[in-house]
């Protein structure tokens, strides 16, 4: 056997006092760093992320535990996210692997925001307790080991998160763990712990399980090289087939969880398709902020670094020190996919460049900064005259990046001169006989501030003032209520008649707050969204559209789109009354406790939950219409997917109203004609402004009318690969009643971009009374536009015919007798040949009986369950379960018997060669 050992410290060793004084310490940095936030009353919870889906969803999950426990069972379907959603999809990327998020269970209920910050630094906490477990097994001092668990626990990404998405800091717990039992199968010992970490990692979050992943693999693969000084085969192969049958435990145990998550994402909305740029080089800026945020506060793409300026020296410490080879070598490697954007791609699943795999970076420059610290007294001239050259390299890029970026530049320089001082004291006790203990206190103490530091300044007013972007504590539960102007007291009670709330296209701050307010409406903001719900909202191009927002703002005040998904009320704030859909009129009006002015609008018009019909469209023939002919096509049809139109041969209703397009003229600021399709549209000034005027405007009296722009692209005046350019722009345009706007988001907003080819915007129905004959059509970004075309239509609107449809469709309707999340029961009868459409969204997990007999669930109207239904009477059960859950569970079962046998088996010896 050819294997290495570290070398040995005659140093206090890491023992309980260890986690003790850590506590300690944590609790001091705690003080002074989030004192602040209690003096000015300021949450954790991010403005938009943390209010409108981590907070949310925490305390949501937490009354579902407190109601099973209670004996009101478990739902794994919850209408009132979004239009209807699975619970673990829609809940397991946040919270339900979370094991912190069950100690909100301790916690009253009025105390839920207490709970919530809480939990959050106790996540902190656990990073650094983990942290410290790693370095014993690396025989690292106590209190080295206490300057570097500071150090991994304070570091940007730790800091950043725990006011954006503090179950960020998960893997940061889990990774030390992870490269523990790495460790302790390289020694030939047990693999429990490594199938523990592997089963925690996977139930926590499958997003960052896969690049824990990719990231234990390169720290095994390195690790074992550095052990043995020649490659062994044999050895290798033990190795490798150990890890993999734990990692494969571990993995079968989390199953439960893990395999019907893996499953609800692939079938969402989350695509890993376009990310709109080059994946061989970031801006040149990123590879600036590369160097400045490995000792400062940012992030850049979630390259987050913020390491302790002790650390930069440890790692130059360690450069040529062979039994730290490994260190090294892993963070070249990581520092290798940070240069280019495929390799960020790749860690994010191949899809946009996020480098938030850089949460590995702080473990091992915490691990070179605790060898560093071990070995103080083996410090000579010439590391000090390597650390004095890369102090000086970052004194000038500090510089270059204040002139560049334009942050304070005092608070830059910290860390940097931070950094001469330390070079100046170490160059200075080589001379001295400070004892091992004193110094050691001395640089935690440095560890402490320098970290302190870097927080405060990305927190405070006097740095970047994240803070601000937080709400204040204590007011997130009556945020929720305003939504509904102090909450939904006034609507109806929802019985066995279910119907749903919308709002209008203003009313974009409208995410996920209907979950607290116990209200059935058409929006969620969830990382995993029902892919279906995705494809329906895009093939009626609706303007708000986002693939985790498929609904959102209303469904641009469609009408039959709103009638079709069931909307009976409208709430909205009274300055946007005159956004309301056709129909729909003002039935209450509302004042919450903060005097702002609300409307209820209500229409008797909306479709039912459930209804037979008679005519179908095929898709085929249904994509093969313009967004504004579909959307009036399914008023009087409902879409199947090609071949089950084919098996049931359902006639296609010839009824419904006729889509016109009109004609019109486009001017440009000078009143020029501009001709289509133009490719090279030059936009030199914000704001710039086009007129569209009508040829006929009398034809819109009596309609819904609609503009189209179709073939749209974008790009800067003076394009350059290697600059970042912001390549988003807003569309607005204004009849002179009402502006409506579709934002193309930037090429580097990964998770929201998606290019719009075209854009569809509503403006609304023309009554006699309307004075309107041309539209300003707004850019807000100079650069180089395209656009193919432009189309107006015009839907013809009546409320008696939308009376009639509505009442024919009630008359139709399944009389529901049970409606609970997971259940639906009801009759209905039927004519040959007829389908059942719902406004329930499409899932493998619903199943259906029709008369006692099982009966397919097929996709209707492109995201939504439909029923076969047979001629006559029909009594209908419907019942969701979350799909491969019991799969799941049965491999988990598989798992934890595998877990249990390798209990009973005897302790292994260490790999030797035969």
Same mark, same amino acid.
Do not use: C
């Given at each position: 056997m050819h294997q290495k050992t570290s070398p040995k410290i005659n140093r206090n060793s890491i023992s309980s006092r260890t986690f003790l004084v850590y506590s300690g310490l944590f609790l001091v940095m705690i003080c002074l760093i989030y004192s602040f936030f209690v003096w000015t009353g300021t949450s954790f919870i991010w403005e938009n992320d943390g209010f409108t889906q981590h907070y949310q969803l925490f305390y949501d999950y937490i009354s579902k535990l407190r109601g099973a426990i209670s004996g009101e069972g478990v739902s794994f379907w919850d209408w009132n996210i979004g239009m209807g959603a699975d619970v673990l999809y829609s809940y397991g990327y946040y919270v339900i692997g979370d094991p912190f998020v069950y100690l909100g269970l301790l916690f009253p209920a009025s105390l839920m925001e207490l709970a919530y910050h809480v939990l959050t630094l106790l996540r902190i906490w656990a990073v650094g307790v983990s942290f410290i477990f790693f370095l014993k097994s690396q025989h690292l001092s106590h209190h080295s080991s206490l300057a570097a668990a500071i150090a991994y626990s304070f570091t940007h990404f730790v800091v950043f998160n725990v006011t954006r998405h503090p179950f960020f800091l998960l893997p940061l717990i889990w990774y030390p763990l992870l490269c523990l039992g790495i460790e302790k199968i390289l020694q030939g010992k047990s693999s429990r712990l490594f199938v523990f970490a592997v089963a925690l990692s996977a139930l926590s979050n499958f997003y960052f399980f896969y690049k824990l992943t990719l990231l234990t693999v390169l720290y095994a693969m390195i690790r074992f090289a550095y052990l043995h000084s020649k490659w062994d085969w044999s050895i290798f192969l033990k190795a490798f087939l150990k890890a993999a049958y734990g990692y494969s435990v571990g993995l079968l145990i989390s199953a439960g969880l893990f395999l019907p998550m893996v499953v609800g994402f692939l079938d969402s909305s989350r695509e890993s398709g376009e990310t709109g740029i080059n994946?061989?080089?970031?801006?040149?800026?990123?590879?600036?902020?590369?160097?400045?945020?490995?000792?400062?506060?940012?992030?850049?793409?979630?390259?987050?670094?913020?390491?302790?300026?002790?650390?930069?020296?440890?790692?130059?410490?360690?450069?040529?020190?062979?039994?730290?080879?490994?260190?090294?070598?892993?963070?070249?490697?990581?520092?290798?996919?940070?240069?280019?954007?495929?390799?960020?791609?790749?860690?994010?699943?191949?899809?946009?460049?996020?480098?938030?795999?850089?949460?590995?970076?702080?473990?091992?420059?915490?691990? %070179?900064?605790?060898?560093?610290?071990?070995?103080?007294?083996?410090?000579?001239?010439?590391?000090?005259?390597?650390?004095?050259?890369?102090?000086?390299v970052f004194s000038v890029l500090t510089i270059i990046a204040w002139a560049y970026f334009g942050d304070p530049?005092?608070?830059?320089?910290?860390? !940097?001169?931070?950094?001469?001082?330390?070079?100046?004291?170490?160059?200075?006790?080589?001379?001295?006989?400070?004892?091992?203990?004193?110094?050691?206190?001395?640089?935690?103490?440095?560890?402490?501030?320098?970290?302190?530091?870097?927080?405060?300044?990305?927190?405070?007013?006097?740095?970047?003032? %994240?803070?601000?972007?937080?709400?204040?504590?204590?007011?997130?539960?009556?945020?929720?209520?305003?939504?509904?102007?102090?909450?939904?007291?006034?609507?109806?009670?929802?019985?066995?008649?279910?119907?749903?709330?919308?709002?209008?296209?203003?009313?974009?701050?409208?995410?996920?707050?209907?979950?607290?307010?116990?209200?059935?409406?058409?929006?969620?903001?969830?990382? !995993?969204?029902?892919?279906?719900?995705?494809?329906?909202?895009?093939?009626?191009?609706?303007?708000?559209?986002?693939?985790?927002?498929?609904?959102?703002?209303?469904?641009?005040?469609?009408?039959?789109?709103?009638?079709?998904?069931?909307?009976?009320?409208?709430?909205?704030?009274?300055?946007?009354?005159?956004?309301?859909?056709?129909?729909?009129?003002?039935?209450?009006?509302?004042?919450?406790?903060?005097?702002?002015?609300?409307?209820?609008?209500?229409?008797?018009?909306?479709?039912?939950?459930?209804? %037979?019909?008679?005519? %179908?469209?095929s898709e085929q023939e249904f994509m093969n219409l313009n967004a504004v002919e579909r959307e009036s096509s399914l008023v009087e049809n409902v879409v199947l997917e090609d071949t089950v139109f084919q098996e049931l041969s359902i006639e296609t209703s010839p009824d419904g109203a006729s889509v016109r397009e009109l004609d019109y003229e486009v001017l440009d600021s000078g009143n020029d004609p501009v001709s289509l399709p133009d490719s090279d549209i030059q936009i030199q000034e914000a704001q710039t402004e086009f007129t569209l005027i009508l040829d006929e405007p009398e034809e819109l009296i009596g309609h819904e009318w609609f503009i189209r722009f179709e073939g749209l692209d974008y790009h800067p005046l003076d394009e350059s690969p290697w600059l970042r350019q912001s390549m988003n722009y807003r569309l607005s345009v204004s009849d002179g009643q009402q502006v409506k706007s579709i934002y193309q988001s930037d090429k580097y907003s990964f998770s929201s971009y998606f290019h719009r080819e075209h854009m569809l915007f509503n403006m609304g129905h023309m009554t006699e009374t309307d004075d309107i004959d041309q539209v300003q059509i707004t850019v807000d970004r100079p650069g180089i536009y395209s656009l193919d075309d432009i189309s107006v239509y015009a839907l013809p609107v009546s409320a008696q015919e939308d009376e009639r449809i509505a009442s024919e469709k009630n008359e139709r309707a399944l009389d529901i007798d049970l409606f609970s999340n997971d259940r639906i029961e009801g009759n209905v009868d039927a004519a040959a040949n007829e389908i059942l459409v719902t406004s329930i969204p499409f899932s493998t997990g619903w199943s259906a009986t029709v008369n006692g007999q099982q009966r397919d669930v097929l996709k209707a109207n492109v995201g939504f369950v439909g029923i076969s239904l047979d001629e006559g009477e029909n009594r209908i059960e419907l019942t969701y379960r979350t799909p491969y859950m019991s799969v799941g569970l049965a491999l988990s079962l598989v798992g934890i018997t595998l877990a249990l046998v390798d209990l009973k088996k005897p302790k292994t010896t260490p790999y030797s060669k035969d």
């Open positions: 994946l061989l080089f970031y801006p040149l800026e990123y590879y600036l902020a590369l160097v400045q945020h490995s000792i400062s506060p940012g992030s850049y793409f979630w390259l987050i670094g913020g390491l302790p300026i002790l650390s930069v020296f440890g790692f130059v410490y360690i450069w040529k020190k062979p039994h730290y080879r490994y260190i090294k070598t892993t963070i070249i490697v990581l520092f290798v996919l940070l240069l280019f954007p495929f390799f960020g791609s790749m860690m994010n699943g191949f899809s946009g460049p996020y480098n938030r795999f850089s949460f590995a970076l702080p473990f091992f420059f915490s691990l %070179a900064l605790g060898y560093f610290l071990d070995n103080l007294k083996q410090i000579e001239g010439a590391y000090l005259k390597k650390m004095m050259w890369v102090m000086s530049l005092p608070t830059m320089l910290f860390p !940097v001169l931070l950094g001469w001082g330390l070079l100046g004291y170490f160059k200075r006790s080589m001379h001295n006989s400070l004892s091992f203990l004193k110094e050691s206190r001395l640089l935690i103490g440095f560890v402490m501030i320098n970290m302190a530091a870097n927080a405060m300044y990305y927190y405070y007013p006097f740095g970047m003032n %994240a803070m601000e972007g937080s709400i204040p504590y204590g007011t997130a539960e009556e945020e929720y209520r305003q939504v509904l102007a102090d909450g939904p007291d006034y609507l109806p009670e929802r019985g066995t008649e279910p119907y749903r709330v919308g709002v209008t296209s203003q009313d974009n701050h409208v995410r996920n707050q209907f979950i607290y307010l116990d209200v059935m409406g058409l929006n969620s903001y969830l990382s !995993v969204t029902n892919g279906n719900l995705t494809d329906f909202a895009s093939t009626i191009e609706t303007t708000g559209f986002q693939l985790i927002q498929p609904l959102r703002n209303g469904v641009d005040d469609r009408r039959i789109a709103n009638h079709l998904l069931g909307v009976n009320y409208i709430i909205t704030a009274a300055e946007n009354e005159s956004f309301l859909p056709f129909g729909y009129e003002v039935v209450e009006e509302l004042e919450n406790n903060q005097n702002e002015d609300y409307i209820l609008a209500e229409t008797p018009n909306a479709y039912p939950f459930a209804y %037979a019909i008679g005519n %179908a469209l």
